[in-house]
């Protein structure tokens, strides 16, 4: 699989680590809340944290709608 190197990365060099989460779901118009989780995944991978399970649920519920009201748009 081929990666996509969007230029977002840089937006974040030289930051906090908590602002990649904000600064993904901003740059990108569509599919906010999935970049946002990918982007605390992420922190969370590096830090070797492991959320809660109801976060997991949680986090999992919000995908859901936002696939939801994605596809309302369309």
Do not use: K, W, Y
């Not at 030289?14 to 992420?42: F, N, Y």
């Not at 959320?51 to 994605?70: K, V």
């Amino acid at each position: 699989e081929m990666l996509q190197f969007g230029g977002h990365e840089m937006l974040v060099a030289g930051r906090e680590p908590s602002d990649a989460v904000q600064l993904a779901c901003r740059t990108r118009g569509s599919s906010s809340a999935a970049h946002a989780i990918a982007a605390a995944m992420a922190l969370e991978m590096s830090c070797g944290v492991t959320p809660p399970p109801l976060a997991i649920l949680t986090r999992n519920l919000g995908s859901c709608g936002e696939i939801i009201g994605e596809s309302t748009h369309h």
